[in-house]
């Protein structure tokens, strides 16, 4: 990671979900009038729409999806600034989900790294004018009322005192690595040298994606990237791979999934 002069912070208000490239109605948690009692409803809700909409693309319901059906169901609408900085940033997004399950090489996501990527695709810098979209309320000057979103708020807000920032108040790519393997997740890692490899690799793919998010020409995050970038950071499958590092191991786990989107739950 290297660290170049920092820019103004990012932000970004949509004016709909993302989806099939078709403007919808858009998610009362990503505006001013956010639903600070359903926010994570709401994103469990969204990622179920996308991922029954992937696979109206593909032969088999269970697939797992391709590089190319992501992009697609996330595509913003038409109209929508910097389309093409967009697009490049959907295809590293992809990768950093696949990278979620390192020391695994996969070309494809089940639900779990689609859901998560699909959250951050959401969180793309368009307008640098407008708001953060923050569909989870993780920076809102107001508190979510719902009680893991409030948790998950109260965490992060933690986080982002803890983690080292440089004199714009901002977290480099160095101090991004080091928090997370060395103070935020070191637990996870088991003190498994492979495993940390691993994890290294993936989160220097995940910074990228936080950098891009931004949309700044600064190489670091401001605090709406960085705490999604915590938050992704954190659905590492750990206990893989310890596994793949040393076989025969006990771990936890497989996967954290704060936001529990892979529960079934209806769609009233």
């Not at 089940?110 to 708001?131: N, R, T, V």
Request: aromatic content about 10%.
């Amino acid at each position: 990671f290297i660290s170049i002069s920092s820019q103004p912070r990012c932000s970004f208000q949509p004016g709909s979900l993302h989806l099939m490239g078709q403007a919808l109605a858009k998610s009362p948690c990503c505006t001013g009038g956010r639903k600070g009692d359903s926010c994570i409803r709401d994103a469990q809700m969204a990622v179920d729409a996308r991922w029954e909409d992937a696979h109206r693309q593909l032969p088999d319901p269970s697939a797992r999806v391709p590089a190319e059906v992501f992009v697609s169901v996330n595509a913003c609408a038409a109209g929508q600034p910097r389309q093409t900085e967009y697009t490049a940033f959907l295809k590293l997004l992809f990768e950093a989900s696949t990278s979620l399950m390192l020391p695994a090489v996969k070309v494809d996501l089940g639900k779990h790294c689609f859901g998560y990527g699909s959250l951050l695709a959401d969180e793309f810098c368009f307008d640098s004018k407008q708001p953060a979209a923050d569909r989870l309320m993780l920076v809102t000057e107001d508190l979510p009322s719902d009680p893991l979103a409030l948790a998950l708020r109260k965490e992060f807000d933690e986080d982002w005192e803890a983690v080292p920032k440089d004199a714009d108040d901002r977290v480099t790519g160095i101090g991004f690595l080091l928090y997370c393997t060395n103070t935020k997740y070191v637990k996870q890692l088991g003190g498994i040298d492979a495993a940390r490899s691993n994890y290294e690799q993936f989160l220097t793919k995940l910074f990228e994606v936080g950098v891009q998010m931004c949309g700044a020409t600064g190489r670091t995050l401001d605090r709406h990237c960085f705490c999604y970038c915590i938050l992704f950071a954190g659905e590492f499958y750990f206990a893989a791979a310890q596994q793949a590092a040393s076989p025969g191991i006990a771990c936890g786990t497989p996967v954290k999934d704060v936001l529990r989107l892979l529960e079934a739950r209806n769609k009233s």
